[in-house]
C-alpha cells in the first residue's frame, strides 16, 4: 500500500514538478548532470572524427538516383489492427462499462422487489406431488385404492366422470377418456 | 502561392512544410537544405555508437538516403531530427548486431541500447574530472531506458515531445522515467561511500 502510494506520489511529481518543491540534492545533480554533458559535448567537439568535407555533395549526387517511394496504403485490415485500434479500445470499454452500470442498476432494484431467498437459478415452490395420486394407473396400491373407496362413496361421481368421458371423446383426447373409462370401470367392479 | 524561403517572418515549421513539399514532389536540393543542419549531430550519435567515424559517416548516408525514399510517410507533426536520429540509431544498431555476429571487429560491450554507456568508452579520451566520472559510472549503473531518457534530454536538449517520439511513449512516460532516473541516481550516490559530499558542492 505505501509502495502504491510511492508510486503515486512519484507519478505527481514527475508530471507536475513544479507543484512539488524540490529538494536541494535532486537540483544540484541536475545541475552536475547538465555539467557533465556539457563538459563531454564540448571535448567530444575536439576527439571525435569529422565528416569529410565532400559529404554533401556525394550525398546530393546519391539522392539525384534515388527514387522516392509510394506513401505505404494499407490495402488489408488484420485482426491485429481492429484490437489495436484505439477508437475500438475505447468502444469497446465505454460499452463494457455502460453494461457494467445497467446489470449493478438493474439488480439494486430487483433486490428491493424480489423477498425470495436466493435460489442460484433454481425455481422452489412446493409443487411436490410425489405423494399424491395423479392417474388410476399408479403403481401404489394403497393410493389407488383410497381414491376408488372415495369414488364410490360419492354419489353421482360416475356420471360426472362418464360425462367428462364423453366430453374428452368429443374434443379428441382419447388417451384421458381412456383412462377415465379404466376408473369408471375400477369402480364399478 | 508558397512564400519565398528566405522570408524573415517564417516560422521553423513553415520553412519545413515548403521544404517537404518540394521535396515530395522530387527535389533531392530541398532535402539536403532540410537535413544539413542535423546532419553533425547524426554523424556525432553514430560515431558514439559505432566507435568509427567511416562507418558512421556510411550509416547517416544511408539513414538519409533512406529517410529521403520513405519521405511520403514522413508526418508533418513530427520533427526531422527525431526522425533521422531515430533511422540513425537503428541503422547503427544493425551494423553492430552485424560486425558482433561475422566477429569483423569485437565490440567491448554487448549490450544492443547503446545510449550514454556507449560514450563511457571515451573518458580516457575525454579527459572527465573525478567527479564526471564518478557521476558517469553511475549513469552507466542505471537500466538503458533511463540512461536513454537521460541522454536525449541533458546531451541532446530535446523536448519532452521530441524524446517521447524517439522512445515510442507518451510524455508522461517521458516526464516519468526522468524523474525516475534521476531518484535512482541520486540514491545510488547517496548509498555509495565514495559519494559522501557529492551534493555538498
Redesign the interface.
Known sequence: MKNRFMNLKDWFRAQYPGLFPEDTDSVVLENKICSLFQHIKEKEDTILPRMSNDFDVRMLNLLESVSIDRPTEKTSFSFRDLIENRTVQYSFSAVMAVSLVFVLLNRSQSETTFTKNDSAGVVIEQNNYQYEPTSIDLSEPYQKRVLLDHLRSAPGSVYGLRELELYYEKTGRDAAAEELHLLIESIER | MPRPLEGKNMTLREKEKILLQK??A?D??A??TLV?PF??RL??KA??MVKD?DD??DI??DA??SG??????FRAEAGVYTWLYRIVVNKSKDLLAKKKRGREKPMDDSGDNQFVDS?VG?EK????SE??SY??SK?ALLEDSYKQV??LR??ENLSYNEIAEIMECNV?TV??R???A??F??HL??KDEKGEG??E?
Open positions: 521535396i515530395k522530387g533531392p536540393t532535402y539536403m544539413s546532419r553533425e554523424f556525432r560515431v558514439s567515424g558512421a559517416e547517416v548516408q538519409l538516403i529521403y525514399k520513405s519521405i511520403q510517410n560514450r571515451y579520451k575525454l579527459e572527465l567527479e564526471s557521476l558517469m549513469i537521460l541522454e541533458y546531451f508522461g516526464k516519468s526522468l524523474f525516475k534521476k531518484e541516481l541520486k550516490i547517496q557529492f551534493f558542492k
